[in-house]
T-cell receptor, first 112, second 114 residues
Framework: AQSVTQPDIHITVSEGASLELRCNYS??????LFWYVQSPGQGLQLLLK??????LVQGIKGFEAEFKRSQSSFNLRKPSVHWSDAAEYFC??????????FGTGTRLQVTL | GAGVSQSPSNKVTEKGKDVELRCDPI?????LYWYRQRLGQGLEFLIY????????KSGLPSDRFSAERTGESVSTLTIQRTQQEDSAVYLC????????????FGPGTRLTVL
């Protein structure tokens, strides 16, 4: 069965430090991969997506992610975290025509 | 332009009552999705509408859940005889319906069943 695993439930980083959020997927075909961010009381906002081509994708707010087929991973990175990045981050894989399968999320806390 | 909107933003109901949640997708988006997000969990797919095709209802957890969509506009998710385990945030999303697609999410409706 297709699935998405985010092994880190909660991560705390200092403002200005680098960030990497892990995502592993299980999917038989070429995956379409997404990272969404959810701030408190807000809906989900797309950070970036991978469909094909360059395996390093750039997103909004200074985020990037790298697709590694050999590791079935799509980790999200940011070189320098800002306090406003504190939120919950979800990795997702598109199954078929319609269904986004989400990981359970990683809650990011940023200390000043 | 306007994003996906949902109403109400919060709904508190008593166990056994029926509730209706509304979603207004982005104009021009042919595809509409409903997801459920339980506390501390990721999103679960519920149902998908694409144009005039039969909806994909494979994610609906029980026959108490149903959804309708009028053409390519508003959708209503109905939960009958609500149970406490139905308490969750219900998120609606829409997309252009082209593969692969980016889904745009609304702010959600927080449902609390007492």
């Amino acid at each position: 069965a297709q699935s998405v695993t985010q092994p880190d439930i909660h991560i705390t980083v200092s403002e200005g430090a680098s960030l990497e959020l892990r995502c592993n997927y299980s999917y038989g075909a070429t995956p379409y991969l997404f990272w969404y961010v959810q701030s408190p009381g807000q809906g989900l906002q797309l950070l970036l997506k991978y469909f094909s081509g360059d395996t390093l994708v750039q997103g909004i707010k200074g985020f990037e992610a790298e697709f590694k087929r050999s590791q079935s991973s799509f980790n999200l990175r940011k070189p320098s975290v800002h306090w406003s990045d504190a939120a919950e981050y979800f990795c997702a894989v598109l199954r078929g025509a319609s269904k986004l399968t989400f990981g359970t999320g990683t809650r990011l806390q940023v200390t000043l | 332009g306007a994003g996906v909107s949902q109403s109400p933003s919060n709904k508190v109901t008593e166990k056994g009552k029926d509730v209706e949640l509304r979603c207004d997708p982005i104009s021009g988006h042919t595809a509409l999705y409903w997801y459920r997000q339980r506390l501390g969990q990721g999103l679960e797919f519920l149902i998908y509408f694409q144009g005039n095709s039969a909806p994909d209802k494979s994610g609906l957890p029980s026959d108490r859940f149903s959804a309708e969509r009028t053409g390519e506009s508003v959708s209503t998710l109905t939960i009958q005889r609500t149970q406490q385990e139905d308490s969750a945030v219900y998120l609606c999303a829409s997309s252009l319906g082209l593969l692969p697609n980016e889904q745009f999410f609304g702010p959600g409706t927080r449902l609390t069943v007492l």
